[in-house]
Nanobody, 118 residues
Framework: QVQLVESGGDLVQPGGSLRLSCAAS????????MGWYRQAPGKQRDLVAT???????NYADSLKGRFTISVDNAKNTVYLQMNSLKPEDTAVYHC????????????WGQGTQVTVSS
């Protein structure tokens, strides 16, 4: 069984920054990608960014330049640095892990709330 534990969500003012963390543990065997998705109220869950252990990244186009994903492979931990936050960034941010021998296994974190408001 795989567990993802997220942290770092908070209330922040527009223009502020936050750093989210997500640590993976359990029977992973092999990490294929770690990343973040977000879901605003009444909307679908959308890609924020993903990263492979070798450093290949995939960002939502609208977030490039403000958000940065990084991974500590030794700790099986993924980070999301979010700068210049806007009210429209308000959402529940979910950590995602694709893993396993064939990269077909998928795990989600419980989500961490990010609220951008003055």
């Amino acid at each position: 069984q795989v567990q993802l534990v997220e942290s770092g969500g908070d209330l922040v003012q527009p223009g502020g920054s936050l750093r989210l963390s997500c640590a993976a543990s359990g029977s992973i065997f092999r990490i294929c990608t770690m990343g973040w998705y977000r879901q605003a109220p009444g909307k679908q869950r959308d890609l924020v960014a993903t990263m492979t252990p070798s450093g290949t990244t995939n960002y939502a186009d609208s977030l490039k330049g403000r958000f940065t994903i990084s991974v500590d492979n030794a700790k099986n931990t993924v980070y999301l640095q979010m700068n210049s936050l806007k009210p429209e960034d308000t959402a529940v941010y979910h950590c995602n892990l694709r893993y396993g021998r064939t990269c077909l296994s998928n795990a989600w974190g419980q989500g961490t709330q990010v609220t951008v408001s003055s």
